[in-house]
């Protein structure tokens, strides 16, 4: 019985920690491009990282750039 609680706390410890090395990134680029910082938080989805990616990698420039 004991096992099977550490194991779902090990579970919990990877994903909050593969969320957070996805969505810091996107948290700090994000804003370069003209997009809400919030609009991050889609990156704890694996769908919603690939939709980010995506979007970054067709989008024409930087906003601060002329």
């Known amino acids: ?3 099977g609680s550490m194991a779902m706390g090990n579970m919990l ?3 909050l920690f593969l969320a957070i090395l996805l969505v810091v990134p996107f948290w700090r680029i994000l ?3 003209g997009i809400s910082k919030w609009v991050s938080l889609l990156a704890i989805l694996p ?3 690939l ?3 995506w979007v970054l990698a067709f989008r024409e ?3 601060d750039r002329s």
């Open 1 to 3: 019985m004991m096992m």
């Open 13 to 15: 410890t990877g994903f």
């Open 31 to 33: 804003p370069s491009y």
């Open 47 to 49: 769908v919603g990282a």
């Open 51 to 53: 939709i980010l990616l």
């Open 61 to 63: 420039s930087f906003s």
